[in-house]
């Protein structure tokens, strides 16, 4: 894990890393490639046991401190990443797909689903993605039209975490006017008429994506979360929390990589000598340890200062989101390279990181879409 006498943390944050790395120590790894669904619920229902899920919600409902601590999350996610992509993915859909309810929502809405998650009760997505509108949120093309006092939501989602497996949906619509001010965010059940999940999604990590059909489907307005109109606010702070905590998952696997690598290195002969002698390996080895460093003081950071009350944290979290995932890709592929045939092979863990790795540097924002967002934060503060 991250150096814990940082001055980024504090005792709570040590006492929470070192209990949940010696929880892990003991946990048998719960991951099924075959059966992501099952997994993924049998995730749940670890951390919640162990309390680990606390920290994904503020201590009124059963958290573990009074609000949501980004440095407690990246923690979370970095070690848990290290151990068990679908780990990691449990804890963080857990958090995300709840982040919207505990930053926005009412008093009613957060008594009705918060300690759920907790608990393990409730499994929570985030439906924000359309076929048209990943990162061009602006283009969201689900409709919330008014019916009375509630809301009919017609559309399609799809590459949606948790698509099948979740009790609920956060789901962004189109309320208003076209572009960022028309759109509004809704609670919805999974259960209510009209949420059909239409497709499952497969990919080369697999854990439980799909597509998700909303047709004629009543809300009340009670469960719309925030004001009307502000459902582009919402999903933007809500990305400005959690988009530290991609970074600190890729932190995570970048970490086991090097460790593995590490291992391999000066344990393989190669020419009547380690592996680890050769000074390519070193240079490989150094790089791969700079990129964890670097990638680890820029997650932390941009946590350390949203909780230190920064309103918003956008150029912060999107270099640390660049950075350390654009890292950990190159990280893992090195790891692969120095195992030689080994690293292609199912069943060794820098094959299964290679794999899992991946998808980092596309959601919750492309590295590209990351780059725009540096570069306009950039000139804006140089103006």
Same mark, same amino acid.
């Given at each position: 894990?991250?150096?814990?006498?940082?001055?980024? +943390?504090?005792?709570?944050?040590?006492?929470?890393?070192? $209990?949940?790395?010696?929880?892990?120590?003991?946990?048998?790894?719960?991951?099924?490639?075959?059966?992501?669904? !099952?997994?993924?619920?049998?995730?749940?229902?670890?951390?919640?046991?162990?309390?680990?899920?606390?920290?994904?919600?503020?201590?009124?409902?059963? $958290?573990?401190?009074?609000?949501?601590?980004?440095?407690?999350?990246?923690?979370?996610?970095?070690?848990?990443?290290?151990? =068990?992509?679908?780990?990691?993915?449990?804890?963080?859909?857990?958090?995300?797909?709840?982040?919207?309810?505990?930053?926005?929502?009412?008093?009613?809405?957060?008594?009705?689903?918060?300690?759920?998650?907790?608990?393990?009760?409730?499994?929570? !997505?985030?439906?924000?993605?359309?076929?048209?509108?990943?990162?061009?949120?602006?283009?969201? &093309?689900?409709?919330? !039209?008014?019916?009375?006092? *509630?809301?009919?939501?017609? $559309?399609?989602?799809?590459?949606?975490?948790?698509?099948?497996?979740?009790?609920?949906?956060?789901?962004?619509?189109?309320?208003?006017?076209?572009?960022?001010?028309?759109?509004?965010?809704?609670?919805?059940?999974?259960?209510?008429?009209?949420?059909?999940?239409?497709?499952?999604i497969e990919t080369i990590s697999p854990h439980p994506l799909g597509t998700v059909r909303f047709e004629s489907v009543l809300v009340p307005a009670s469960q719309r979360i925030g004001r009307e109109g502000e459902g582009f606010k919402v999903a933007m702070s809500v990305l400005d929390v959690f988009r530290s905590t991609v970074g600190a998952a890729a932190l995570g696997f970048s970490r086991r990589a090097l460790a593995e690598t590490v291992k391999h290195v000066?344990?393989?002969?190669? +020419?009547?000598?380690?592996? &680890? &002698?050769?000074?390519?390996?070193?240079?490989?080895?150094?790089?791969? !340890?700079?990129?964890?460093? *670097? =990638?680890?003081?820029?997650?932390?950071?941009?946590?350390?200062?949203?909780?230190?009350?920064?309103?918003?944290?956008? @150029?912060?979290?999107?270099?640390?989101?660049?950075?350390?995932?654009?890292?950990?890709?190159?990280?893992?592929?090195?790891?692969?390279?120095?195992?030689?045939? @080994? $690293?292609?092979?199912?069943?060794? *863990?820098?094959?299964?990181?290679?794999?899992?790795?991946?998808?980092?540097?596309?959601?919750?924002?492309?590295?590209?879409?990351?780059?725009?967002?540096?570069?306009? /934060?950039? +000139?804006?503060?140089? /103006?």
């Amino acid at each position: 894990m991250s150096d814990l006498s940082w001055p980024f +943390f504090d005792e709570e944050h040590r006492a929470f890393a070192s $209990g949940l790395e010696r929880w892990l120590d003991a946990v048998d790894v719960l991951d099924d490639e075959d059966r992501p669904d !099952a997994s993924c619920r049998a995730w749940v229902g670890a951390l919640a046991g162990e309390g680990i899920l606390r920290a994904c919600v503020p201590d009124v409902f059963g $958290g573990l401190r009074a609000a949501l601590d980004v440095r407690t999350l990246c923690l979370a996610r970095e070690i848990l990443a290290r151990r =068990s992509a679908l780990a990691d993915f449990a804890f963080a859909m857990q958090g995300l797909g709840s982040g919207a309810i505990t930053l926005f929502g009412s008093a009613e809405l957060q008594h009705r689903f918060l300690p759920g998650i907790v608990e393990g009760r409730l499994i929570a !997505a985030f439906a924000l993605s359309e076929r048209e509108a990943g990162s061009d949120v602006a283009a969201i &093309a689900m409709l919330a !039209a008014h019916d009375g006092d *509630a809301y009919v939501l017609d $559309g399609e989602k799809t590459w949606i975490s948790n698509a099948g497996l979740a009790d609920f949906y956060v789901v962004f619509a189109r309320s208003g006017e076209p572009g960022t001010k028309g759109l509004s965010a809704f609670v919805v059940e999974a259960g209510a008429p009209g949420v059909t999940v239409t497709a499952r999604i497969e990919t080369i990590s697999p854990h439980p994506l799909g597509t998700v059909r909303f047709e004629s489907v009543l809300v009340p307005a009670s469960q719309r979360i925030g004001r009307e109109g502000e459902g582009f606010k919402v999903a933007m702070s809500v990305l400005d929390v959690f988009r530290s905590t991609v970074g600190a998952a890729a932190l995570g696997f970048s970490r086991r990589a090097l460790a593995e690598t590490v291992k391999h290195v000066t344990t393989r002969s190669l +020419f009547g000598a380690p592996l &680890a &002698a050769l000074q390519l390996t070193q240079a490989t080895i150094a790089q791969m !340890a700079t990129d964890v460093d *670097a =990638s680890a003081l820029l997650v932390y950071r941009a946590a350390w200062k949203k909780d230190g009350g920064a309103e918003r944290v956008t @150029r912060e979290a999107a270099m640390a989101k660049w950075f350390a995932t654009e890292a950990a890709g190159r990280t893992c592929d090195q790891a692969v390279q120095l195992f030689g045939g @080994r $690293g292609v092979t199912r069943g060794e *863990a820098v094959e299964r990181l290679y794999r899992d790795v991946r998808a980092l540097r596309i959601y919750e924002g492309a590295s590209e879409i990351q780059q725009l967002v540096i570069a306009k /934060q950039t +000139f804006a503060e140089e /103006q």
